[in-house]
């Protein structure tokens, strides 16, 4: 008859404990879990083991039965001495202390030095160096230390080959690459990082693809798939999107309406800019309700929501959008905390809201207060929340920003046709002292001329929105642009600006400067007579109108700019004059936004109450019609080739331009340009008795251009070609400028 087997069972009366230095005995027994007296099975014995293994504190564990005795036999881990890193030059020590969890002086554990090899990994995958590796590994010291070191070989850089489309009928690639934060690699890789490729970069992109086309209309736009290989060579990544676009819808019929017998929904209705065949945008939505809630607060009511109700029309693509006004639940904002700045006083980043303690709670309002916070440059992020307060109707706004340099100082290198070649040394802050203010001092030298500058800015004069500036300057000129005289000017200039609505602000200002003509030595006796007067100082105020939809307007592809300038001198000082000038510029993207179109309306008046203007104070028309050199067109003395120009007291100026691309890879950010310009400057107060012609002559000119965008800044390379002109006038046909858009 066979025999029943009997499993292994032990009674332990004594354990023993052998080599634990730092850790108590009864620390172990705790992990063991064994009771003296206690039957334990073998596999009850093993699991003890693994207790005090998975405990991490102990290199070595043997669990020895003698007996009723049960020996317990530790060697612990050895303790941190130093952690040092080796091989990495891309992320620095310093960076990477800030990582890794492992400390010195603190118990070695190999699970958590593997975990923060990871972590390193994957900060340099971050960066596109997907090929890194960590391995760590100790280095044995005297009394049970031990010296950690991260060996680190951190690969070269993936790069984004390319970047391609699929689905996208209404927006070309290279449209639609650049709204994305990821980029192509191109020319000049080694200077560019947002070509490297990083896999938390493509969320973002994916957002803010469907931002772009849901804001031009397309409501049922999806990206499908977003598909990332790595090329053959293994050191390039091909990026392919894999959208849907759907249609563009516009607005139908929006109406007002609500239920509540406080508010009147015709003069909400009224306020609204909306208007049926408008391209839809949620933005605009957001826009409306803001000025909604902002009646609703100046006739003093408080806790009214505004809900967008949309009722889509599949048969003509529209959609109609009812803003309901109806009560909200009443909850207030109990405190705003912020934390993490510690440069940054808090009442700069306060002012950036709307809201204050007490107020009722309003979740946009909340967000547009975040998304100003982030848009002063002062922090590398910044979160806003809202959690309930010590009541269920008081919320707390948790404010958590992490600060960034905001100052830098250069040196450098400038040129331009006209000067030639000259050196720039630039200081700026824009966080002074973490105040907000805007502080910049200047120097730069051309051959022929020097000019020093200092600039002070604080955007909340006396805690209010208003920007408070002061500026100050002083330019010299030798011979400058192959004139007869040097030029001296000193110039002073506080000034106040507001807005006054929507898109719309005002400046009032006061200059002060002193303008000396000397060392003329040319033949023109105009000049000449202007030169005699030495130095004069003007004192003026003046003001400037501005409005300006080109990021806030109802069309998110076009935009115009409007500015108005008076200054009136007299306030003392040696002269009187009132200068007006005024700019009208427009820009739109068309042919599904590849081709931006522009152009802008300029001129000025500069009219002499008392005595002639001067050659300092008048119009040349430098770079405004291109094709010509500086101070190459208008009025000149004598009237003939190599005559002296004296500029106008009056000028107009039309210029129009395309920007399109040229066939190019987009990533070398290269596209192309045609312009046209059309002007003139005129009219003197001094004309040696009618020997110089002053009259309105037109000049006109076109051209091509190349745009560049290059890691140092966007270049502009203009190629001109004068058709009117005037015999003594001078041209140039080629210049090299920072590219600008008005």
Do not use: H
């Not at 909200?328 to 950036?352: K, M, S, W, Y």
């Not at 204050?356 to 848009?375: H, K, L, T, Y």
């Not at 642009?481 to 040097?486: F, Q």
């Not at 500015?563 to 993207?589: C, H, M, W």
Request: charged content about 25%; aromatic content about 10%; glycine content about 8%.
């Amino acid at each position: 008859m066979p025999q029943m087997a009997q499993a292994q069972t032990y009674r332990f009366t004594n354990v023993e404990i052998e080599g634990n230095q730092r850790v108590d005995a009864s620390t172990i027994l705790t992990y063991a879990g064994i009771a003296r007296g206690d039957a334990i099975s073998a596999g009850e014995l093993n699991t003890a083991y693994q207790n005090i293994v998975n405990s991490g504190l102990f290199e070595e564990v043997e669990l020895v039965p003698s007996g009723s005795t049960l020996v317990i036999r530790v060697t612990e881990y050895p303790t941190i001495n130093v952690i040092n890193f080796e091989g990495n030059s891309r992320l620095k020590d310093e960076e990477l202390s800030t990582i890794i969890r492992t400390q010195s002086r603190r118990v070695y554990s190999p699970r958590l030095a593997e975990a923060d090899a990871a972590s390193i990994v994957m900060a340099y995958e971050q960066s596109g160096r997907l090929a890194a590796t960590v391995e760590p590994k100790i280095i044995r010291r005297s009394d049970n230390r031990v010296d950690l070191v991260f060996e680190i070989t951190e690969g070269k850089v993936v790069e984004v080959e390319r970047i391609s489309f699929v689905g996208n009928r209404n927006y070309s690639d290279g449209r639609l690459r650049r709204v994305l934060g990821t980029k192509q690699a191109g020319l000049l890789r080694q200077l560019v990082r947002s070509d490297t490729f990083v896999s938390d970069r493509i969320e973002f992109d994916k957002q803010v693809l469907r931002d772009f086309y849901v804001s031009r209309g397309y409501i049922d736009f999806q990206v499908l798939s977003v598909a990332s290989e790595l090329t053959r060579n293994r050191d390039g990544f091909l990026i392919t999107f894999n959208v849907r676009e759907g249609q563009s819808f516009k607005f139908g019929e929006i109406t007002t309406t609500s239920d509540l017998a406080e508010v009147d929904p015709d003069s909400y209705q009224k306020i609204i800019k909306l208007r049926p065949g408008v391209t839809y945008s949620p933005s605009l939505v957001e826009n409306t309700i803001a000025r909604m809630e902002r009646l609703a607060i100046q006739q003093g009511l408080n806790f009214i929501q505004i809900e967008p109700r949309v009722t889509r029309n599949d048969r003509d693509l529209t959609l109609d959008v009812e803003f309901a006004l109806v009560k909200g639940p009443r909850i207030f904002v109990e405190r705003i905390d912020i934390e993490g700045n510690a440069t940054t006083l808090d009442r700069v980043i306060r002012r950036q809201f709307r809201t204050v303690e007490g107020d009722p709670f309003n979740p946009r309002e909340i967000r547009e207060s975040a998304e100003r916070i982030r848009a002063l440059g002062f922090f590398s992020a910044a979160d806003v929340d809202a959690r309930e307060g010590t009541s269920p109707d008081q919320v707390i706004v948790d404010v958590n920003v992490t600060e960034q340099p905001t100052g830098s100082l250069s040196f450098g290198v400038n040129y331009s046709v006209a000067n030639g070649v000259g050196a720039a040394v630039s200081f700026s802050e824009s966080n002074f002292l973490g105040r907000g203010q805007f502080l910049s001092f200047t120097y730069s030298s051309g051959v022929d001329n020097s000019v020093s500058s200092i600039s002070f800015a604080e955007p909340a004069f006396l805690g209010r929105d208003v920007t408070f500036r002061f500026n100050a300057s002083y330019a010299q000129s030798d011979n400058q642009n192959s004139t007869n005289y040097r030029t001296r000017q000193i110039r002073v200039a506080p000034s106040l600006e507001f807005p006054i609505g929507e898109y719309s602000r005002l400046g009032v200002r006061y200059t002060i400067s002193e303008d000396n003509i000397f060392q003329y030595t040319g033949n023109s006796s105009i000049i000449a007579a202007e030169a005699t007067e030495g130095a004069l100082i003007s004192s003026k105020i003046g003001y400037s109108l501005s409005r300006d939809t080109r990021r806030t307007g109802l069309n998110p592809n076009a935009g115009v700019l409007l500015r108005f300038n008076q200054d009136y001198s007299g306030l003392g000082g040696d002269t009187k004059f009132i200068e007006t000038t005024a700019l009208v510029a427009a820009e739109t993207l068309v042919f599904n936004e590849d081709v931006t179109l522009r152009a802008e309306f300029e001129g000025g008046v500069l009219g002499m109450i008392d005595g002639n203007s001067r050659v300092t104070d008048r119009y040349f028309l430098n770079g405004k019609i291109r094709g010509f050199d500086s101070n190459g067109l208008g009025p000149r003395d004598p009237a003939k080739k190599g005559g002296e120009a004296l500029g106008g007291n009056m000028f107009a100026v039309a210029r129009f331009e395309a920007e399109f691309p040229v066939g190019l890879p987009e990533e070398y950010g290269i596209r192309g340009g045609l312009f046209a310009d059309v002007g003139s400057v005129w009219s003197l107060d001094n004309t040696d008795g009618g020997a110089v012609d002053d009259s309105m002559s037109l000049r006109s000119s076109i051209g091509v251009s190349v745009f560049w965008d290059t890691p140092i800044g966007p270049l502009r390379f203009n190629f001109s070609n004068a058709l009117q002109k005037e015999e003594y006038d001078d041209e140039q046909n080629f210049d090299l400028t920072i590219s600008t858009r008005f």
